[in-house]
């Protein structure tokens, strides 16, 4: 049998998703599961939205078991306070070992979180300083306008200024079309019936180590673009009862130090 790359969570009832945050501490998304929830067809929405727990304890696994070191997050939400308690807990029981094997990375355990709303990084912000007694990764609070654009022809949208990081897991949750500035030949794509369609990580994909996972929250549309553009080896799963999308850079190690962070990633597997 093919040795795994990587750890894909296993499906959890409800109440084992609730009884895994409270094992966590991480009591903040299960006071809130109850907020405002976007009726369906809804596409503009101005309201905080409610924590949807499955999504949250898929993201936080994927982090966990994959032992990931810096994350870039497009859209922010309940979801880089989850990310950051999850990033965390990967420092605090696998310290040592990074150490040891000096990998070289040059903003560990941190997350970049991308967005442009300030309203929501800053909602993002007040929660994750409620935190601040406790230990919780470093959280970098990225604002970025964002345009139409042109990705081979093709309409996208794209951020005027992305951060300065190589992650080695990317989580897609964003843009919000609505919010997308700038026409370019009458196309706009803030309309009912329009997929957002984001072309950022195409631009630094050469720069992407290899280990690299990219998760999408639903987005279809944007996870085949992204899939029918990259140019290098990736595994390509759809996991359509959890309406989400994973990209796997499965390509032999570009060195040395490249190849001890893939020890490093998998000696949980």
């Known amino acids: 049998m093919k040795k795994k790359n990587f750890l894909i969570p296993i499906n959890k009832t409800k109440k084992n998703v609730i009884n895994f945050f409270k094992s966590k501490n991480i009591y903040e998304v299960l006071k809130n599961q109850n907020n405002h929830k976007r009726p369906i067809n809804q596409m503009v929405w101005s309201k905080t939205l409610a924590p949807d727990l499955n999504d949250l304890y898929r993201l936080y696994q994927f982090v966990y078991l994959n032992k990931r070191t810096t994350i870039l997050e497009i859209g922010t939400g309940w979801s880089t306070f989850v990310l950051a308690h999850a990033l ?15 990998l070289r990375r040059h903003n560990p355990f941190e997350i970049f979180t991308l967005d442009n709303s300030k309203k929501y990084l800053n909602i993002s912000r007040k929660r994750i300083l409620k935190l601040k007694k406790n230990k919780i990764a470093k959280v970098n609070y990225c604002h970025s306008d964002i345009f139409v654009d042109l990705y081979a022809g093709k309409f996208v ?14 989580y897609i949750d964003g843009p919000d079309p609505f919010m997308v500035k700038g026409k370019i030949n009458n196309f706009n794509p803030g309309h009912g019936d329009l997929m957002p369609i984001n072309a950022d990580i195409l631009k630094i994909e050469y720069y992407l180590i290899p280990g690299t996972i990219i998760l999408l929250d639903g987005r279809t549309s944007n996870a085949r673009f992204l899939r029918d553009h990259f140019k290098r080896k990736w595994i390509y799963k759809h996991d359509k009862k959890n309406d989400q999308h994973i990209f796997y850079l499965d390509e032999p190690p570009l060195g040395k130090v490249n190849q001890k962070q893939l020890m490093f990633y998998r000696s949980n597997i």
Do not use: E, G, H, R
């Open 88 to 102: 965390q807990a990967v420092k605090k029981d696998n310290y040592k070992t990074f150490n040891k094997l000096k």
């Open 157 to 170: 949208s794209n951020y005027k200024n992305l951060p300065l990081c190589n992650p080695d897991f990317i």
